[in-house]
């Protein structure tokens, strides 16, 4: 490998200023390691809406533990898009990502993807992960909530005997509930694992204003390390359960006390009505401004003594072009809101809409 | 929102705002749009405005296959080329690797170099072909480049004392520009300026008369000297050390040599004139500083569309000039997909046609020669002035 890296540098000597690898990636683009990709090697169907792809990853990739999510990007009429989607295979293996059509990308992913196709890629990331100590845990999730736990699942229950796993998971109908039959087969096999499936659309929502649905399916809910995923308002109310709990005495903190760990899908950042600025938050230099709709992000970097790369300042050259990392900014030439984690914006023609995250 | 009274970065002399002013005038408006309302200029600013949101809703996968095809066809000659040039000892291989080799440098160049460098394919968001990341096979380093280029000459297009395109520190290539004796030379220095150019651009780009001046400090003076310093080493170790050193395991050292070299002339040679085609010939207008204090969306695309002048020609020629046959479009819009500028330049037409203002086009010889023929002229002192004054006056009355 190091020998090889070699050879490609010295090769460069011929081909700047590409590097050997851009001719090589006229052959496969996986040679590419400046962008990292992965090759899909199976898509499983899961449910009418849902598949799983396989992929295997090129150079540059590290393991996943269980639990955590990565970037993968996919194009779109021409256009990178990337997403973030929990890994759902077991640590240990090939990654695998389960999408539920959910929107543009996820659709594109869910109904055109075929083995042989190229994922872009960003490692794996998160602290969504199975406690460092065993412990006994209770896993409560929701819909597509379910991916990321079904990895810490496959990971823990066949491989740890000493594990003790209680999943409580909500699917509107059997058909939509995601891994129905695989976690059904592995609490019939191991006995370290107990699953309860609530099907919502017969029996209405886990009730999260008491603690007597917990009480009913989990008994010992209390004592147990949890972890939550799901939709925004089911984890809200999870968070607000755990909240209410009282404290118990000082020498069984820490230890022992039910702590639960959540896992949110998304943070909605989108813009206000077109013309409400926000707070604008330049991350790298660690400085904060109110920022009204109006002004360009340049001239509110600028002015906050952020040292913003700039240029023609009307829009044309590109000079200025700065990562998003959340939130959203309106065009103010088109009037165009709009914004994705790690897009390059132009900050000479683009304001705040509502709260915006720069890389700088 | 705070706000500082001192900024340690010094702004451009005319300050402005995130988007041009939709109303208003120019302190002066240039002579070929002098009989144009505000009201006119401001609706040709907004027609010119929707030509460029089409284009930006149609953009889309097609156009990311036709860089991306472009890229793999120029990559596929590049190979062959200096393949070819390995066994340069046979004339035909010679011929052929030399030949491969020029048209690649000039794709790399210009259809995908320069157009890349532009942002032009930076809404795919893929940081192999963005702006950003990309790096060319020219002496200058792009960052370098896309300041001078993107920035000051797009910016400041044509506006003599402000746009140093207008002849490149080294020729008068404007009859506002006052005489030396030194312009007398103005058609030798082209000349000899032609087969180098990639050198110039990057001693351009180096911005001395700026420092010389003050207005570039010495830091970022030796930053790019540095830059530029690793640049062309490596330029000058690929085509003229490394690329003959390989080639003399088949005893064809010498003629890849000569053929990396002619292969570099040639591209220099091609970009240079269709470059000063673009803004030199006869029928492109140049601007006072008056003519762009207050101005407007539609001023500016007035000034962008009667300052730059068009090439005619065969699909193909447009591909092998990196599409800046359509200069005028470039201009009105430097970051839309070069592909896309062929549909546009017929709106662009008739806009012009429509409101009065002249369209400069005509095929590559005829455009060479006119620059040429500005080249010869304004070595001499006060030669032309009037002429070329009233050569814009009469086109624009067309």
New interface residues.
């Given amino acids: 490998m190091i020998r090889l890296r070699r050879l490609a540098r010295a090769a460069s000597?011929?081909?700047?200023?590409?590097a050997a690898e851009?001719?090589l990636a006229?052959f496969n683009p996986v040679y590419?390691s400046?962008?990292l990709r992965g090759v899909v090697t199976k898509v499983v169907s899961e449910t009418p809406d849902s598949v799983t792809i396989h992929f295997h990853p090129g150079w540059g990739w590290k393991a996943h533990q269980a639990g955590q999510w990565a970037r993968i990007g996919v194009?779109l009429?021409?256009?990178?898009?990337w997403r973030s989607y929990s890994l759902s295979a077991a640590a240990g293996e090939d990654p695998a990502i389960t999408v539920t059509d959910a929107g543009a990308v996820s659709g594109v992913l869910v109904r055109n993807t075929k083995p042989g196709d190229v994922l872009f890629l960003a490692p794996p990331q998160g602290e969504f992960v199975l406690p460092d100590h065993p412990r006994p845990l209770l896993m409560l999730t929701a819909g597509s909530g379910i991916t990321p736990v079904m990895s810490m699942v496959r990971t823990l229950v066949p491989r740890r005997p000493d594990a003790d796993v209680v999943l409580i998971h909500s699917a509107r109908t059997p058909a939509d509930s995601l891994f129905l039959e695989e976690l059904n087969e592995l609490a019939d096999q191991f006995s370290n694992l107990r699953v309860t499936h609530l099907f919502t659309a017969e029996r209405g929502r886990l009730d999260f204003q008491s603690d007597a649905d917990l009480e009913l399916l989990c008994p010992d809910w209390r004592e147990r390390a949890a972890y939550a995923c799901g939709p925004e308002g089911f984890l809200d109310d999870a968070e607000a359960l755990w909240a209410a709990q009282p404290e118990l005495p000082a020498e069984h903190a820490a230890t022992e006390r039910s702590t639960l760990t959540i896992e949110r899908f998304s943070t909605n950042l989108a813009g206000g009505d077109g013309h409400d600025g926000g707070l604008v938050q330049f991350e790298a230099s660690d400085r904060e401004?109110?920022?009204?709709g109006d002004?360009?992000l340049?001239?509110?970097g600028?002015?906050?003594?952020v040292?913003m790369p700039?240029?023609?300042?009307?829009?044309?050259?590109?000079?200025c072009?700065t990562p998003l990392r959340a939130g959203q900014v309106r065009d103010?030439?088109?009037g165009e809101v709009h914004g994705e984690p790690?897009?390059?914006i132009q900050t000479?023609?683009s304001?705040a809409a509502g709260p915006v995250n720069l890389d700088l | 929102?705070?706000?500082?009274t001192e900024?340690?970065?010094t702004?451009?002399a005319v300050t402005?705002?995130?988007?041009?002013a939709a109303t208003g005038h120019p302190l002066v408006r240039p002579p070929a749009a002098a009989h144009l309302s505000d009201e006119q200029v401001a609706e040709l600013g907004r027609e010119l405005?929707a030509v460029r949101?089409e284009v930006l809703a149609k953009?889309?996968?097609?156009?990311?296959?036709y860089i991306r095809r472009v890229i793999?066809v120029q990559?596929?000659l590049e190979?062959g080329g200096?393949a070819a040039l390995l066994v340069g000892r046979n004339k035909a291989a010679w011929v052929a690797g030399t030949a491969m080799l020029s048209v690649a440098k000039i794709l790399e160049n210009m259809e995908i170099g320069h157009n890349v460098l532009?942002?032009q394919w930076?809404?795919?968001?893929?940081?192999?072909i963005?702006?950003?990341t990309w790096?060319?096979?020219f002496v200058t380093p792009a960052r370098s480049w896309?300041?001078t280029h993107?920035?000051l000459h797009?910016?400041w297009t044509n506006v003599v004392g402000k746009d140093r395109d207008v002849g490149y520190n080294l020729l008068r290539m404007d009859a506002d520009q006052p005489w030396t004796p030194f312009n007398l030379g103005n058609p030798l220095y082209n000349a000899i300026l032609a087969p180098v150019f990639e050198w110039g651009i990057a001693l351009y780009d180096l911005e001395i008369p700026e420092y010389k001046e003050g207005l570039k400090s010495k830091e970022d003076m030796n930053r790019d000297l540095k830059a530029v310093g690793v640049?062309a080493v490596?330029?000058f170790?690929?085509d003229y050390a490394?690329?003959p050193a390989?080639a003399m395991l088949t005893g064809s050292g010498k003629q890849a040599l000569y053929g990396t070299l002619a292969a570099n002339a040639i591209r220099n040679v091609w970009a240079h004139a269709v470059i000063f085609c673009g803004h030199f010939p006869e029928g492109t207008d140049t601007f006072t500083e008056e003519m762009v204090e207050g101005e407007t969306r539609g001023d500016w695309y007035v000034r962008q569309m009667i300052g730059s002048a068009n090439i005619s020609g065969s699909k193909f020629m447009h591909l092998m000039t990196g599409n800046l046959s359509h200069q005028v479009e470039h201009h009105c819009f430097?970051?839309l997909p070069s592909n896309r500028y062929a549909e546009v330049a017929v709106k662009v037409k008739e806009i012009c046609n429509r409101y009065g203002l002249p369209y400069t086009t005509g095929p590559l010889p005829k455009q060479v020669a006119s620059t040429w023929a500005k080249v010869f002229k304004l070595a001499l002192p006060d030669t032309g002035r009037f002429s070329l004054k009233k050569k814009a006056e009469t086109a624009g009355a067309s």
């Avoid at chain 2, 929102?1 to 500082?4: A, R, V």
């Avoid at chain 2, 402005?16 to 041009?20: E, H, M």
């Avoid at chain 2, 930076?122 to 192999?128: A, V």
Wanted: charged content about 30%; aromatic content about 2%.
């Fill in positions: 000597v011929l081909t700047t200023p590409l851009d001719i006229l590419s400046r962008q194009e009429d021409g256009v990178r898009h401004v109110e920022a009204d002004t360009p340049l001239d509110v600028e002015d906050a003594g040292l700039s240029g023609c300042r009307m829009g044309i050259c590109h000079s072009l103010l030439r088109t790690g897009q390059l000479c023609v304001a | 929102m705070t706000t500082l900024r340690t970065e702004k451009p402005r705002p995130g988007a041009l405005d949101d953009r889309g996968a097609t156009d990311a296959a793999k990559r596929g190979i200096r532009h942002g930076d809404w795919m968001r893929d940081p192999d963005h702006s950003t790096e060319w096979d896309q300041h993107n920035d797009h910016r640049k490596k330029q170790t690929k490394a690329t390989v430097p970051d």
